[in-house]
């Protein structure tokens, strides 16, 4: 049974460029949440999304994106990276209700 | 607001001594409490949460925790640590109504040979 799958594993690109970050939920599961962690410092919650719609978003600019498919895979993307979103993205699965979240390995984005 | 507070950055504890490891946490409503342990470059895996019901979890690979209202604490512990159990440890927590879950800064543990 796969569990969260992310890809790319790691990425560079430079100031002002788009990235996109790509999620596979583990099986079962229908709800995705994104994750931005930082050198040093715990996740901090981006948006989750359920039946292909932002249900929630933490404190991160318009610049953040993202998207479900109907198969539950989703996508985050970055517009006009700044130097400050330099950091491991995390994506996690679940299903409804009060249940524990299951992570990915992540994608360490790095900009230069 | 919801918030988490690790007062640690790191605990050192010798080999087949008790560990603990301490979260604090901050929500309007009833608490939903978690613990996660990350390894070096890999994502954050589920050790244990509480939800309701027994104060004291039982968890993954020997761990519990104990949930403390009054204190509004939950921290982490296991009875005898073992040199595998050093990682990154980070206590979560989501308000009752809300959907997003939020963490601590996180907790190194190292266990002493």
């Known amino acids: 049974d796969a569990g969260v799958t992310q890809s790319p594993t790691h990425l560079i690109k430079t100031r002002g460029q788009q990235v996109t970050l790509r999620c596979s939920p583990k099986?079962?599961?229908?709800?995705v949440s994104w994750y931005q962690q930082a050198l040093g410092q715990g996740p901090q919650f981006i948006f989750q999304?359920?039946?292909?719609?932002?249900?929630q978003r933490g404190n991160f600019p318009d610049r953040f994106s993202g998207h479900q498919f109907p198969n539950y895979s989703s996508e985050l993307n970055v517009n006009a990276l700044l130097l400050g979103d330099s950091a491991l993205y995390l994506c996690?699965?679940?299903?409804?209700?009060?249940?524990?979240?299951?992570f990915g390995d992540g994608t360490r984005l790095s900009i230069l | 607001a919801q918030s988490v507070a690790q007062p640690e950055d790191q605990v050192n504890v010798a080999e087949g001594n008790p560990l603990t490891v301490k979260c604090t946490y901050s929500v309007s409503g009833n608490p939903y409490l978690f613990w996660y342990v990350q390894y070096p470059n890999r994502g954050l895996q589920f050790l244990l949460k509480?939800?309701?019901?027994?104060?004291l979890v039982k968890g993954s690979y020997g761990f519990e925790a104990e949930f403390n209202k009054s204190q509004t604490s939950f921290h982490l512990k296991k009875p005898s640590a073992l040199v595998s159990d050093s990682a990154l440890y980070f206590c979560a927590v989501r308000d009752g109504g809300d959907d997003k879950i939020i963490f601590g800064k996180g907790t190194r543990l190292h266990i002493l040979p």
């Open positions: 999304y359920y039946e292909e719609e932002e249900r």
């Open positions: 099986s079962g599961h229908d709800t």
């Open positions: 509480y939800i309701t019901g027994d104060n």
């Open positions: 996690a699965s679940s299903t409804q209700g009060y249940q524990p979240q299951h």
